[in-house]
Every structure is written in C-alpha cells, then in structure tokens.
C-alpha cells in the first residue's frame, strides 16, 4: 500500500472516494461524528446556518433540525444518499444558493479546496474526520476555504493517526495523508484570524473576529 507524501500538492480524491463508495465505505446510514461538535454548538453558540464540509450522507443535519443545513461531498452517490434521506423525511428541500443560506437542507458534489460558496455565507462551518484526507498543500486551501466561507464559528473534527481500516488496501494508498495532532491544526485556523473556544480530544470550535473583518484579505495574508 503506498504511502501518499504528505507534501504533494494535490491528488485525485473523487477517483479514490468513488472507488471505495463501490466496495460500501460509507454508504449506510450511519450516523454522524459531529455529535460532541454540536452538543457544543448548540449549547453555547447562536447560529442559524450550517455548512458541513465533507457531509458524507446528510447526517449531521439531525443534529441541527430547525437551521438552514449545506453539505459538499467530493462523493457523488454520497450528495445523492443525502438528499434521499432529506426527502424521505419530508424535510423541506433548500435551493443551492453560492449566496445566501436557505431554509431546509441539500447537499451538492465539491471539493473542499474550492467551496462554490460567497465569503461569509454560513454562521458555522462544520467539518468531521474529513480534513487529514487531504495532502498538507490541499489541507492549506480548505482551510482557506473554511475560513472564508464562515460568518462565524468553525467546528472540526479530525483524526491524528494512520487509518487502520482495510479500505486502503482497495485504493492502494493510505487514506490520512495529513497526520497531525490537535495543536496543529488549530495553529493552522489562528493564522488565519480564529480564535480558540473550545477543545477536546479530537475536536474543537473556532470563532472568526468582528464579522465585518475581511475574510478574502486574511486567506490572502497566510499564503504570502
């Protein structure tokens, strides 16, 4: 199995997640890991938009009924489960909009290095187990991404350690490529003008400055 230099600028992620999706990697309807994300959210912040960042199948949006709910998926049968799933619940169906949130939920097919996205568009931003996928060049750029589209908070999940499933052995490469511990990361999103609200183990929750403050010129700054 290869090990994928962490350092290489980009690679084919939809080629690799395609692959897995046909031999089952996250085709039930399994359940969220942003649980510990939201009970947070939820009790300490006010915020009525979500984007979820690598939203697999829509289930992060149980834990956020009644808020306008966005998921990106590099996995087109994933963006597909998910709006199954919102219509099977009768959950109002939301139109994409680059501009604005809209009541309901949808999910669309992106990459996280480029969210179709206006900057500020979503209160928080949610991210689980997504992030370590990506080479460290790529990680750079959906942080970028992340922080330009928040108005607000950040919340990320991440996992620091080597994948020890079998499905990387069906793709032939190791499926984390950025393996670092919680500090990094958040050292990562301080650059860019978060700061610290919270943390445990593998999670934890950012907040943007002044609202007003210029996303665009602060993504621009960390890649001088």
């Known amino acids: 199995m290869e090990k994928i230099d962490p350092n290489r600028d980009t690679f084919d992620y939809q080629k ?15 359940g969220s890991h942003a649980h510990m994300l939201a009970d947070y959210c939820n009790r300490e912040l006010k915020f009525l938009s979500v984007l979820d960042v690598g939203c697999s199948n829509g289930e992060s949006h149980e834990l956020f009924k009644g808020f306008c709910w966005a998921g990106v998926d590099i996995r087109h049968a994933a963006v597909t489960r998910a709006n199954k799933l919102f219509a099977s619940k009768s959950i109002i169906a939301g139109v994409w909009s680059r501009d604005r949130p809209m009541l309901g939920a949808y999910a669309l097919q992106s990459c996280a290095t480029s969210l179709p996205f206006r900057t500020n568009h979503s209160d928080l931003v949610l991210s689980t187990d997504v992030l370590e996928h990506l080479t460290t060049p790529d990680t750079l750029r959906a942080i970028d991404e992340i922080v330009r589209v928040t108005r607000r908070y950040i919340a990320i999940r991440i996992c620091p350690v080597p994948e020890k ?35 445990y183990n593998w999670n934890f929750v950012m907040q943007m400055g002044d609202e007003s403050h210029d996303r665009s010129e602060s993504v621009r700054r960390t890649a001088r």
């Open 16 to 30: 690799s997640y395609d692959r897995l999706d046909d031999f089952l990697y996250c085709t039930e309807y399994g």
């Open 165 to 199: 499933s079998p499905y990387g052995k069906i793709v032939g490469h190791e499926l984390h490529i950025t393996c670092q511990e919680p500090p990094w990361w958040i050292e990562r999103f301080e650059e860019r003008g978060a700061e610290l609200l919270w943390a």
